[in-house]
């Protein structure tokens, strides 16, 4: 079964969108909006406030409105890239004993 949703727009009080959450169209699981509690706040990060490839903003402390950051986790590297670094260091060692003449 595929299941739905709409896009939820977010706007001001002259009518600017502010936020979309955009559609989601077959998915496999159900995804419904959540409903907003209390009143809807923001903070202003300034620009390079946080490393975006390294970690993202999991979600904003209410009382401080200082970003709770959570780190992305390292992906595992190919089996191609595996190879790709031991040809790398295999090319050194063979630099380097150019250089020196080879082992004595």
Do not use: C
């Amino acid at each position: 079964m595929n299941f739905s949703r709409g896009n939820r727009i977010f706007f001001d009080s002259t009518g600017k969108i502010l936020w979309q959450t955009g559609e989601i169209w077959e998915s496999t699981l159900p995804v419904q909006h959540e409903e907003i509690k209390g009143e809807i706040r923001y903070v202003d990060l300034e620009v390079n406030y946080y490393d975006s490839l390294k970690q993202y903003i999991a979600s904003i402390n209410p009382e401080t409105k200082e970003p709770v950051f959570e780190y992305f986790s390292e992906p595992e590297p190919s089996k191609e890239q595996l190879k790709i670094n031991q040809l790398e260091e295999d090319i050194l060692l063979l630099q380097t004993d150019a250089q020196v003449g080879g082992i004595l």
